[in-house]
């Protein structure tokens, strides 16, 4: 069964630093997905990373995926405020179903 | 378009009613899912569907019905509701092309309280 951790759980941080948010999985995938929620609102997808080594960047935020590691890195650069809000990484199940497990998300604030 | 709506947004329900908490997209997204998220649990996946007609079972599915008649509709049932079941549901949809699914556009949510 496929389990998603994100570590940490929290993050506070002052502005203008780097931090690295991390996705760990149980099992096998070929897929993984960063959203971002902010307070009371939907989620919005940041990033689809679908082969080992993949790279993706948007801004100040940048992911990786490391399949043999079964792991994922949401790093942010010279933070600012408006990044402020819930993480979330989600892994997709292989072989015959095709589920897509989120983590507990990563609540991050950022401080002016 | 429209994307992923969602009615009602918000419900209140007595222990022991059922509802159907509606869900659709006009993106002819092949993928549809149901997800609920509480303080500290993240989203946890209820039931999801590859096509029409083809539904299955997610990490906890158990008080909850769906059906997929058409593309473009995935209809969440709650078939007597539980205290447990106060959450905020969100349906996504995404394109699904062969054994990959990319990413989920998800619609605004419907805030559930049962008393």
């Known amino acids: 069964e496929l389990k998603v951790e994100q570590n940490p759980l929290f993050l506070s941080m002052q502005e203008g630093k780097n931090y690295t948010i991390y996705c760990n999985y149980s099992?096998?995938?070929?897929?993984l997905y960063w959203y971002r929620q902010d307070p009371g609102k939907s989620l919005e997808s940041l990033f689809v990373?679908?082969?080992?080594?993949a790279v993706k960047q948007e801004g100040r935020l940048m992911a990786s995926l490391d399949t043999k590691a079964r792991l994922s890195t949401l790093h942010i650069t010279a933070a600012v405020h408006d990044l402020s809000a819930t993480y979330f990484c989600?892994?997709?199940?292989?072989?015959?179903?095709?589920?897509?497990?989120f983590g507990k998300g990563t609540r991050l604030h950022i401080l002016p | 378009n429209a994307g992923v709506t969602q009615t009602p947004k918000f419900q209140v329900l007595k222990t022991g009613q059922s509802m159907t908490l509606q869900c659709a997209q006009d993106?002819?997204?092949?993928?549809m899912s149901w997800y609920r998220q509480d303080p500290g649990m993240g989203l946890r996946l209820i039931h999801y569907?590859?096509?029409?007609?083809?539904?299955d079972q997610g990490e906890v599915p158990n008080g909850y019905n769906v059906s997929r008649s058409t593309t473009e509709d995935f209809p969440l049932r709650l078939l007597s509701a539980a205290p447990s079941q106060t959450s905020v549901y969100f349906c996504?949809?995404?394109?699904?092309?062969?054994?990959?699914?990319?990413?989920?556009?998800f619609g605004p949510g419907t805030r559930l309280t049962v008393t």
């Open positions: 993106m002819n997204h092949e993928y």
């Open positions: 989600a892994v997709g199940t292989m072989n015959r179903d095709d589920k897509i497990i």
């Open positions: 569907s590859v096509g029409a007609g083809i539904t």
């Open positions: 990373l679908l082969s080992n080594g």
């Open positions: 099992t096998t995938s070929d897929r």
């Open positions: 996504a949809s995404s394109y699904h092309i062969g054994t990959l699914t990319y990413e989920q556009y």
